[in-house]
């Protein structure tokens, strides 16, 4: 099953769950014989209107009666201890009621599922990424690394810049994956499409569209290259495949670029290592004097403490 359809599955799944616990509800209080009258007689004026409408006659008198018949039931739901909220489905999604569509058009809710789909399928759990704050103690250099933060949550947000790719380098444990988490959480928040990946899984998901079978190639390949963000976190941590890793690292980054979509890389390679270990092609792309961003991390190794 695709990312996709696995996504509107888990959407309408929502759906199913609140219309089930709605419907528990109102079969309780349909259980009150007086609430079972007024409620049937509603459903029924329901319909005396509508048909009276569709005729093209009159129907001031049916619409009072309905009214008042709907008062009394809310009156008697309340005498009860019943919220008459609690008979109507409690969507998730107001905007599209746990459909995944509005008028057609994929909802914001769908595409954060298909989010969380992309990024479940690369084994991480998108709801452990952690989310920007104004805290930046962890750091030595504090205000470099709020600079970037910020420089990076304004790319996130804004959809008209040129920067296409953004390559972030720095040694161990500085914080380049925790940076490239809170892009990811708010690139979701935000409703874009995202792929995350690491290098590592990565490298396995180009070596299945490597050996699939045509009719299986599209659902490996399209979140790599059709997705608004692709972040790829630690490269040059992979064991490369020859035929296989700079030949699709080169085509999803190309692609991606030509059609202005965001692409996050980063790695703990200096600029030199990572034009040795690639090769010109990619080196170029990367280091684009217009479509790419490059940001060196300094500091310490924040995971033990070592400069």
């Known amino acids: 099953m695709g990312a996709l359809e696995t996504a509107e599955k888990n959407i309408l799944k929502k759906k199913l769950e609140a219309e089930q616990i709605a419907d528990m509800n109102l079969n309780k209080v349909l259980k009150d014989e007086n609430v079972k009258i007024l409620f049937v007689k509603c459903k029924k004026l329901v319909v005396e209107i509508a ?45 599209c009621k746990d459909t995944g569509y509005v008028s057609g058009t994929p909802c914001e809710c769908l595409k954060r599922e298909l989010s969380r789909e992309l990024i479940r399928r690369s084994g991480i759990d998108a709801s452990l990424f952690p989310k920007f704050s104004n805290d930046y103690s962890m750091f030595e250099n504090a205000k470099e690394i709020k600079c970037i933060y910020e420089k990076m949550k304004k790319f996130v947000s804004s959809a008209d810049t040129v920067v296409d790719l953004v390559l972030i380098t720095g040694d161990t444990g500085v914080g380049k994956t925790h940076l490239l988490g809170c892009m990811t959480t708010h690139a ?7 792929k995350y990946t690491t290098a590592f899984n990565f490298n396995q998901d180009m070596l299945k569209y490597h050996c699939a079978k045509l009719e299986e190639k599209e659902d490996i390949l399209d979140p790599y290259v059709n997705s608004e963000f692709l972040f790829i976190d630690d490269l040059g ?17 190309n692609e991606r670029m030509l059609n202005h979509k965001k692409t996050v890389i980063n790695t703990n390679l200096d600029f030199g290592q990572i034009q040795d270990v690639y090769g010109e092609r990619i080196f170029s792309r990367l280091m684009h004097k217009k479509q790419s961003l490059k940001i060196k991390f300094n500091g310490i190794d924040q995971r033990v403490g070592i400069k």
């Not at 979701?188 to 995202?194: D, G, P, Q, R, Y």
């Open 51 to 95: 048909s009276l409408e569709v005729d093209g006659l009159p129907s001031g008198e049916k619409r009072k009666e309905y009214n008042d018949t709907r008062e009394l039931l809310a009156q008697l739901l309340v005498s009860m201890g019943v919220d008459k909220s609690e008979l109507r489905p409690k969507y998730e999604c107001a905007r």
């Open 188 to 194: 979701i928040e935000l409703a874009k499409t995202v």
């Open 237 to 253: 941590s992979e064991n490369k495949i020859k035929n296989v890793t700079d030949e699709y690292l080169y085509l999803i980054i």
